[in-house]
């Protein structure tokens, strides 16, 4: 079975000894076999939350053998936190331009794209229907910070090269966030563009208000 992202000729780990020793190379067929188990970890993680999580699936998704599983995660949290990590990381890039509004504008427009995407709300729903999860709650609490610390860079950027006034990046990114993840759940409104620079610009003019 293919998965969604990784080209078809993918190399497939091997278990003798020559593959283990290739397994602490980085790059190369490893990187490739490392990202086709972690792809599939995310999409059964979606499908079946962290308890339905059984490693024999995650190798017959992805298309390697077991012991590739067990030897690069034996540790099935671990698993989980480097898969969403993943995904956070593939799933929401940031530009740096120049242009502060535009960048942040583009991000929240992708933003919402991948929040309505099929894997994002089987994850929400997820970890809303399994509170108790610690593992789960864990894993996608991270990667939401990871997602959203390139944020938090951008503004950092932004203060050292005078475009805004400093400012708690943290606090920004949750006011930037916030409001797409409204719109994306409730599905009441499309999210535009327009409400895109809308949602920027108040903040940027909230930062430029009450600057000291």
Same mark, same amino acid.
């Given at each position: 079975?293919?998965?969604?992202?990784?080209?078809?000729? @993918?190399?497939?780990? +091997?278990?003798?000894?020559? +593959?283990?020793?290739?397994? $602490?190379?980085?790059? +190369?067929?490893?990187?490739?076999?490392?990202?086709?188990?972690?792809?599939?970890?995310? =999409?059964?993680? @979606?499908?079946?939350?962290?308890?339905?999580?059984?490693?024999? =699936?995650?190798?017959?998704? $992805?298309?390697?053998?077991?012991?590739?599983?067990?030897?690069?995660?034996?540790?099935? *949290?671990?698993?989980?936190?480097? *898969?969403?990590?993943?995904? @956070?990381?593939?799933?929401?890039?940031?530009?740096?331009?120049?242009?502060?509004?535009?960048?942040?504008?583009?991000?929240?427009?992708?933003?919402?794209?991948?929040?309505?995407?099929?894997?994002?709300?089987?994850? %929400?729903?997820?970890?809303?229907?399994?509170?108790?999860? *610690?593992?789960?709650?864990?894993?996608?609490?991270? @990667?939401?910070?990871?997602?959203?610390?390139?944020?938090?860079?951008? %503004?950092?950027?932004?203060?050292?090269?005078?475009?805004?006034?400093?400012?708690?990046?943290?606090?920004?990114?949750?006011?930037?966030?916030?409001?797409? %993840?409204?719109?994306?759940?409730?599905?009441?409104?499309? %999210?535009?563009? =327009?409400?895109?620079?809308?949602?920027?610009?108040?903040?940027?003019?909230?930062?430029?208000?009450?600057?000291?």
């Amino acid at each position: 079975m293919r998965i969604r992202g990784v080209p078809e000729n @993918a190399g497939i780990a +091997g278990t003798d000894d020559a +593959g283990a020793r290739q397994a $602490a190379r980085p790059g +190369g067929r490893n990187a490739r076999v490392r990202s086709q188990i972690l792809a599939a970890t995310t =999409e059964l993680v @979606a499908r079946d939350g962290v308890a339905g999580l059984r490693y024999e =699936e995650v190798a017959e998704l $992805a298309g390697v053998n077991r012991n590739s599983v067990y030897r690069n995660w034996p540790d099935r *949290a671990e698993l989980v936190s480097a *898969a969403l990590s993943q995904y @956070a990381d593939d799933a929401a890039p940031l530009r740096d331009s120049g242009d502060l509004r535009r960048d942040l504008v583009d991000f929240l427009l992708l933003f919402a794209e991948r929040l309505a995407s099929p894997v994002d709300r089987a994850l %929400f729903q997820a970890t809303v229907s399994a509170p108790g999860n *610690a593992e789960l709650d864990e894993a996608v609490r991270a @990667a939401h910070d990871q997602r959203l610390a390139t944020v938090r860079r951008r %503004f950092d950027d932004a203060v050292a090269t005078g475009e805004i006034p400093p400012v708690d990046g943290y606090l920004l990114t949750e006011l930037l966030s916030g409001p797409v %993840f409204l719109y994306v759940n409730r599905r009441r409104r499309p %999210f535009t563009r =327009e409400v895109a620079e809308t949602i920027v610009d108040v903040v940027l003019a909230g930062i430029r208000a009450t600057a000291p």
